[in-house]
């Protein structure tokens, strides 16, 4: 490994590194707070966490959207795109896969239509913010802000109305057929391909950041937008490629979800995934490594939680305040998150540079 | 004895593993004029930065009349009686003149704007330094002209010391007479003064005393008097040759390269950036736009790289073909050194060798099928990187972490070693480089004009016009003049620039 890459997968680790240690903090200091036993309450995390092959498979799981949305949000913000709408992105890629999986009957083969089309529709969800800011100067946190609810009702009309399930009972999809969902990794658990794809999607968006011409130009756009003109980068084209880019990327994780672990759409789908990926994304560093390691960390802190809840007594409701807490604590000590995260809102701010 | 203002005594610095400075003992007297002579990267503006608060130092001690002195912040020299104008300016640009002094004297509460504007006439004409309608915002300002708000800032304290770093390489000829004759007003009421810089007319022309850095190392240091021109260069870059190639074999010029056609720039408020501009520059020839900074130099810049800003009108051809976006210019063969290398030339957080590929043409040689391996470029980049003489040389450091001498060769280093060069765009090429630098620039210039290559530069600085022009032109006011031809005859570019005499 050149001494390039060893340095990159250092930043993302330290961070990650320091995470871990103030969850354990934290974790004991409310369980001391409501007045449980500090020990317990760690312990009960760290088993229900990652103590058993169940609860592994069950953090693994979890870390599929966490992971995928988390890539979105930090390509988004490494190209100058503060992308907010992760969510709303997952959401539509989530219609769009129920749509092909539970319209289209049955057939072999259909679970990559699924996948894809999770990815097109996330990708075109993002490209009206694009538009919007391309053509109009409008500040894509406000559009993608506001597409997020869109696509939250869009999804509840979809599940009351065309994708209802056959039966009528309930407002939500039919389940998909067996050709629609995804293959399982380790029979027993739920554990599905998804994760493999989500790792996959790491070493990609890695790649495509650092090895490639239209990852320099990305990077250049989202640090100085006004350099990358004088350079003669097609800032427009790339604009909108890193919107499509991370839109699909959190579609891609809505088609994963519905097809891989709830087998069906209904509104409450997802418990926050595009909104938690921001955090994922600036505690992981707005690197690829440092996404992974994050997106496994707030995956294991919610699995965990329940297992705390269940044996110490402490309301899952506290884990979300345990992971509020370490993010501040995090984004304290390593402060290169924030600089990123200021050089993303500075490029956005550009707008009367205009484009080429 | 009284003691100095302030003093430097072995002041110690390092960044990584390079000492920036080793031992520099420095002091400032009241009345005079101190200038801190030095090449690029020699240690000036951190010792500066030290003295004024803004870098603590490793090693050594700052004594304020004679106690030694911590400081904490800026902030607290500033309430000392340091007071610094910094190279690169400190402004909010959204904000008018009247406002960033306000910020700088930290008003708060309700801000009443006709008010301030009004105290700040009154300033400027007790400072004795114009800077025109107070209301204007500094993005409306020229660069000459934000520099000047830097000063009147720090005047407005009455500072007991007053450093200014390379405070003239932005400014005209008269401007520069117009500082130094504020300079001396304020010596004279017993001000301390230090004024950093690389150009040894400066040292005579205004200072009193003079220390010499090299390497992070005191070389020299007496009165102005006791040194001459060859023995202060010696002293500033060592043992090396100080002058620059003499210009190649006369030159045949060849067919036009690049040509604009009824160039203006025409906003909404009446202002005429640039007005009906014809240029053209042939094949083997280097032609010299002199002229004021904020007189169009960066519409101009903008409309020949391909940027068309909606208030602009014309026509830009390369080789005859027209071009009218930064794609089809980079691609007729266009290289540019922007005018602001931190806002148009490099990414302050990417790596030596990443800048090094921040164009479409050098990105797609690197890149051919969008793939590029990080280690070849590294690899690559160090030639590249040597063969400019950037320093420090290590490709994977930010460009941010270079001196501005040296982010400027980083700049041309990627612009000029195109194999494709037809073109050459430089807006003050050698602003803020040191006697060497500029000598090696301008060689390097002349050499692109000698094997072909259409050379245009725009330039504030009459020694780079006398240096580089086979041909002068003076942009005024938007308006493009031609100096009369023959030998470049400074007095009348001067005037020229300056509005005093109309063109031949």
Redesign the interface.
Known sequence: M???AK?DWRRAAAPAGAAVALAVFFTGLMAAVVGASPLDAVGALVSGSVGSGGSLAATLLRTSPLLLTGLAVMLAFRSGVFNIGAEGQLLVGALAATAVATRTGSWTGQAVLVLLAGAVAGALWAGIAALLRDRRGVNEVITTILLNFVALYLVSYAVDGPLKEQSGAYPQSDPFPMTAELWRLVPGTRLHVGLLIGVTAVFVVGALL?????G??L??AG??P?????????VGRDLFLAFAISGALAGLAGAIEVAGVTGRLYERVSPGYGYTAIAIALLGGLRSGGVLLAALFFAALSTGAAAMERTAGISAVLAVAIQGATLLAVAMINRTSW?GLA?ASKASDSESI?V? | MSHPVLEALGVRKHFGQVAALDGVDLACDGGEIHAVLGENGAGKSTLMHVMSGLLESDGGEIRLRGSVVRWRSADEARAAGIATVHQHFMLVPTMTISENLALAQRAFGVLDRSALDREVLVLTRERGLDIGDPSRKIDDLSVGEQQRVEILKALADVPSLLILDEPTAVLTPAEVDDLFSLLRGLAQNGTAIVIVTHKLAEVFAIADRVSVLRRGRLVGAGQTSGFDGESLARLMVGDRAVTAPASGAERTVGEPRLEARGLGWYGADGRRALDDVDLLVSAGEVVVIAGVEGNGQQELQDALVGIRASELVGEVRIEGRPVSTVAEARDAGLGVVPADRHRDGLVGEMTLWENLLLGRNPLRRAAPRGWMSPADQIERARERLASFSVHPSDPELPSAALSGGNQQRLVLARELSRPDLRVVVAVNPTRGLDLIATGAIHARLRALADQGAAVLVLSTDLDEVEALADRALVLYRGRLRAAPSGPVDRVVIGRLMTGLEEAA
């Open positions: 050149s001494s390039w340095r650092s090895r490639t011409s239209l320099l130009r990077r250049s640090l100085n006004r350099a990358a003109q004088v350079a003669g980068f097609p600089t050089a205009g080429a």
